[in-house]
């Protein structure tokens, strides 16, 4: 069972905060790993698929940037606002055929 | 498209009845895979397909089974239910493509007396 780990758990901070958190994965083997936000009574959304090292992905406030040879992704927010309130998942593929190993996820509350 | 539908949303069990959740996609994707989301634990992977009349045993397979005879439908069937699969379950498909984005479904919650 691969090791994919979220930190923090959980995230209150105030709206126009910026914020960060981090997905640890094994660093032996890499495919893809995946950035999902998951929204209280919704289901998962893909934010980000990242391949390469070093690739940083942005999508709005939201980017994220990924190093493979150490084994971590970082999820940042800029300026949080109250509606990104979520829990953030990272996913990790080992390989072309294996399956996505879904971190515990990080929850973020942005009080407004 | 309707992306990612499942039937039922919600649905209460007693111990040793069965039952199937249903999941079907319309978007041609090869993958189709089951998770169950339980507190503290994220999402762990029940079954998956990777195409028709092929499917694979997850993280947590025990007590469940899949049949994949369609690229549409991927229904999950609990075959004695137990309190221990109390869950929300979700079904997600994706292409075999390099991006692979999972495309979920909007869950089906079971609660098993």
Redesign the interface.
């Known amino acids: 069972i691969l090791n994919v780990e979220q930190s923090p758990q959980s995230l209150h901070v105030q709206e126009g905060d910026s914020t960060n958190f981090t997905c640890s994965f094994p660093s032996s083997n890499f495919y893809a790993l995946h950035w999902y936000r998951w929204e209280t009574a919704k289901s998962p959304e893909a934010l980000f698929v990242m391949t390469l090292n070093g690739d940083e992905k942005k999508k709005g406030r939201i980017s994220a940037t990924l190093n493979t040879k150490e084994g971590y992704s970082y999820l940042y927010i800029k300026g949080s606002q109250p509606e990104d309130s979520a829990t953030y998942l990272c996913a990790f593929k080992e390989t072309s055929g294996s399956r996505l190993t879904f971190g515990e996820g990080t929850q973020l509350t942005v009080n407004p | 498209n309707a992306g990612v539908t499942q039937t039922p949303k919600f649905q209460v069990l007693k111990t040793g009845q069965s039952m199937t959740l249903q999941c079907a996609q319309d978007m041609n994707h090869e993958y189709m ?1 089951w ?1 169950r989301q339980d507190p ?6 029940i079954h ?1 397909s990777v195409g028709a009349g092929i499917t694979d045993q ?2 947590v397979p025990n007590g469940y089974n899949v049949s994949r005879s369609t690229t549409e439908d991927f229904p999950l069937r609990l075959l004695s239910a137990a309190p221990s699969q109390t869950s929300v379950y ?1 079904c997600a498909s994706n292409h075999n493509t ?10 089906t919650r079971l609660l098993v007396l």
């Open positions: 895979s998770y503290g634990m994220g999402l762990r992977l998956y997850g993280e979700f390099h991006q692979e984005t999972q495309y979920f479904g909007p869950g």
